[in-house]
Nanobody
């Protein structure tokens, strides 16, 4: 079955950086669109960034210029490099795969930005 396992979350000070990883199994990663979403307490889950199988990327306006999504098809892994982190980036970050219309989610990883 499909498994998406996120890692790399944690506590970081404002202005710091983190890199999230999402290792996928059970899907044809080469044709998958991969995305990172986040959900803060009391708020709806929102798109952070996504990348298509062809490498096109889309970012939320709130993270443009600070976050970078990338993928390594040889490792079936998608990354989210987060720089210049702000307290408002605090949330649970989820990985999502979409393959031929079938959507799967990871379990999430907590990112807390606080001094």
């Amino acid at each position: 079955q499909v498994q998406l396992v996120e890692s790399g979350g944690g506590l970081v000070q404002p202005g710091g950086s983190l890199r999230l990883s999402c290792a996928a199994s059970g899907i044809n990663f080469n044709i998958a669109s991969m995305g990172w979403f986040r959900q803060a307490p009391g708020k709806q889950r929102e798109l952070v960034a996504r990348t298509t199988s062809g490498g096109s990327t889309v970012y939320a306006d709130s993270v443009k210029g600070r976050f970078t999504i990338s993928r390594d098809n040889a490792k079936n892994t998608v990354y989210l490099q987060m720089n210049s982190l702000k307290p408002e980036d605090t949330a649970v970050y989820y990985c999502r795969s979409t393959v031929l219309g079938a959507i799967s989610w990871g379990q999430g990883t907590q990112v807390t930005v606080s001094s």
